[in-house]
T-cell receptor, first 114, second 112 residues
């Protein structure tokens, strides 16, 4: 299967700082990538859809200025959590769509804001 | 936004027993997928069933889809302790977005 790499797997940052999470499709070109957030013992909530070369589409209730998404190439999308606060602590997962129906998921990033 | 619900929320069974999880969704779909997630880790794709399919098998997994009832079920036969995980259904909406919307999940515990 296709490989999606997410980095870092864990990050701890101080409140008020920004954190960047990378999502790379290693062996295919992904025209569309998705970002999800998962709180403990809950399901994955879609945050935004990232299309290469255009602005991301955010789901209702997700702050665009807080969660900056850049999809600069067909193999890389980044999520930057700006001015992070403890309530942003969560598990963030990206997925990339190749042609066809199946989505391939990264390993996830556990963000802890202290 | 969440597409639908899964039940049960939690399921505890003995090794060797079968486990059945159900998923309901709200809107028309292209396909429905089942994923597994071990605690605090990434997702593992289990099986995909298209909207024009009714049943699909993969090893010990059996998935059914009833589009008239907007529901799906995942059956794991002859469960093993290693099957302990959370299981999520995810629907691919019938639009051009290719979004996957996840259900609420079922936490399965298989006791040795």
């Amino acid at each position: 299967g296709a490989v999606v790499s997410q980095h870092p797997s864990r990050v701890i940052c101080k409140s008020g700082t920004s954190v960047k999470i990378e999502c790379r499709s290693l062996d295919f070109q992904a025209t569309t990538m998705f970002w999800y957030r998962q709180f403990p013992k809950q399901s994955l909530m879609l945050m935004a859809t990232s299309n290469e070369g255009s602005k991301a589409t955010y789901e209702q209730g997700v702050e665009k200025d807080k969660f900056l998404i850049n999809h600069a190439s067909l193999t890389l999308s980044t999520l930057t959590v700006t001015s992070a606060h403890p309530e942003d602590s969560s598990f963030y997962i990206c997925s990339a769509r190749r042609h066809g129906d199946e989505a391939f998921f990264g390993q996830g990033t556990r963000l802890t804001v202290v | 936004s969440q597409q639908g619900e899964e039940d049960p929320q939690a399921l505890s069974i003995q090794e060797g027993e079968n486990a059945t999880m159900n998923c309901s969704y709200k809107t028309s779909i292209n396909n429905l997928q089942w994923y597994r997630q071990n605690s605090g880790r990434g997702l593992v794709h289990l099986i995909l069933i298209r909207s024009n399919e009714r049943e699909k098998h993969s090893g010990r997994l059996r998935v059914t889809l009833d589009t008239s009832k907007k529901s799906s079920s995942l059956l794991i036969t002859a469960s093993r302790a290693a099957d302990t995980a959370s299981y999520f259904c995810a629907t691919s909406l019938m639009d051009s977005s290719y979004k996957l919307i996840f259900g609420s999940g079922t936490r399965l515990l298989v006791r040795p």
